[in-house]
């Protein structure tokens, strides 16, 4: 089977590809979008506090007929409206319209407060009730995870974070560090060397690797994800683009295909990092330029 399901350090099944919510709106077309993929055939749904279509995502659940066991469910805590961990969870739930979450993540460092320990303790106490069968975090580094083990009761399941040929290298010690603690990681943003940093060095191997297996390039970046061992959490608004990410689960890479995805991504990553150094400088200058000018049309001198 394509995207079979991944044992957690807890013991639960994750479905190794989830259909995110984020950027999909509210409303109608929220609830649409996220009916269209259980209908395709997704079973796990990525939701956030932060994305603000909880709601439509629980009405999509249920109407898809499916029962709450076949669909996993994620949503994350994300300090939205100052609420704090509990009240986020008991109002997730009820605009979700469920008893309980499959996997609550806390959506990023930043968000564990006062300090990554008590923020934990609090995700432990949730699991502890019943409301998350697994918990897990976001966009946590190599240090961050070892501030929270340092203090775990439980450990976290998952670390959902940004994956993809142009951040490989950079990822690759949390990757590492997650292994050796029986983490999962969860990719996101996948995609992105097609739909925003389109024209860099993984394009030719990208193109290449698709013609010779007659597939779309972004089943061969979802292929290039599976074969890492992440959840790929993606997400679309077209049916036909849903059905080929469910498709790519078949595509088997070679060592060679996934050997010159990695390389293309560290000749990119580079790139891009000497690009934003660019643009920073640039956006400095002006700041610079803007201050002198407006000391001299004032008459301020500058020391
Ligand atoms: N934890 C976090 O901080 C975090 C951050 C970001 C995302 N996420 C989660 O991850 C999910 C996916 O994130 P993402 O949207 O960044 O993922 P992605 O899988 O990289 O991108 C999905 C997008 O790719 C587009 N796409 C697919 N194939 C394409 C092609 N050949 N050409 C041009 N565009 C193409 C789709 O557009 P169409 O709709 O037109 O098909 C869709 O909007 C989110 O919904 C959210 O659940 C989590």
Request: hydrophobic share 40%.
């Amino acid at each position: 089977m394509p995207w079979d399901k991944i044992k957690l350090n807890d013991g639960s099944e994750i479905p190794s590809i989830a259909f995110g919510t984020w950027k999909l709106g509210k409303g109608d077309d929220g609830t649409g979008f996220v009916e269209q993929a259980l209908d395709a055939g997704f079973s796990h749904i990525d939701t956030a506090q932060a994305y603000r279509n909880e709601e439509e995502a629980g009405r999509a659940i249920r109407e898809s007929g499916l029962s709450r066991e076949e669909v996993f469910i994620t949503t994350k805590y994300s300090g939205s409206d100052g609420k704090d961990i509990e009240d986020s969870i008991k109002d997730s739930l009820e605009n979700l319209g469920v008893h309980y979450v499959d996997l609550y993540l806390i959506h990023g460092p930043s968000l564990a407060r006062p300090d990554i320990p008590t923020a934990w303790e609090q995700f432990e106490g949730l699991k502890g009730a019943g409301l998350a069968k697994s918990i897990g975090v976001s966009n946590f580094n190599v240090k961050e995870l070892t501030i929270l083990l340092n203090s775990a009761k439980i450990k976290p399941t998952v670390n959902q974070i940004e994956f993809h040929p142009y951040v490989y290298q950079q990822q690759k010690p949390i990757l590492d560090f997650a292994k050796e603690h029986g983490i999962v990681i969860e990719a996101y943003s996948a995609l992105e060397p097609i739909t925003t940093r389109p024209g860099g060095p993984v394009d030719k191997p990208l193109k290449k690797i698709a013609k010779s297996k007659g597939v779309a390039e972004e089943q061969i970046l979802l292929a290039w994800a599976k074969a890492k061992g992440t959840v790929v959490v993606t997400s679309s608004r077209r049916k036909g683009r849903l059905e080929r990410y469910l498709d790519a689960g078949n595509i088997e890479l070679s060592e060679q295909d996934i050997k010159a995805i990695d390389e293309a991504g560290a000749r990119g990553a580079v790139a891009y990092r000497i690009r934003d150094w660019g643009k920073r400088c640039a956006c400095v200058a002006a700041v610079g330029a803007f201050v002198l000018g407006m000391s001299y049309l004032s008459g301020v001198e500058l020391y």
